[in-house]
């Protein structure tokens, strides 16, 4: 079983940045793609941005338009989520997930708890 642990969530104003960060550990924590999902309240799930086991090849929603970065630490079972310029339109719960392939497109087999993310206007 692996557990994912966010944190870095919290309340910033509309322009402003944050970064999430998630520890992966247990099972094969670390050995695949990992990525990151949110969801709105009275909205559905969406996908945010993904990496590949190596971190060599990454991904996101097309709402991202280059304010978000997704990065990893391989050797420490660590992801990171750069969100910079953020929006109101961007609160949410954020979560982690651990894929069941090594490559994208991901497919999460593992889910963290969340952090919540706030965008005051």
């Known amino acids: 079983q692996v557990l994912l642990v966010e944190s870095g969530g919290g309340v910033v104003q509309a322009g402003g940045s944050l970064r999430l960060s998630c520890a992966a550990s247990?099972?094969?924590?670390?050995?695949?793609?990992m990525a990151w999902y949110r969801q709105a309240p009275g909205k559905e799930r969406e996908f945010v941005a993904a990496t590949s086991w190596s971190g060599g090849s990454v991904g996101y929603g097309d709402f991202v338009k280059g304010r978000f970065t997704i990065s990893r630490i391989v050797a420490e079972n660590m992801v990171y989520l750069q969100m910079n310029r953020l929006k109101p339109e961007d609160t949410a719960v954020y979560y982690c997930?651990?894929?069941?392939?090594?490559?994208?497109?991901?497919?999460?087999?593992?889910w963290g708890q969340g952090t919540q993310v706030t965008v005051s206007s």
């Open positions: 997930t651990q894929s069941r392939t090594r490559t994208l497109p991901d497919d999460p087999a593992y």
């Open positions: 247990g099972g094969t924590a670390g050995h695949f793609a």
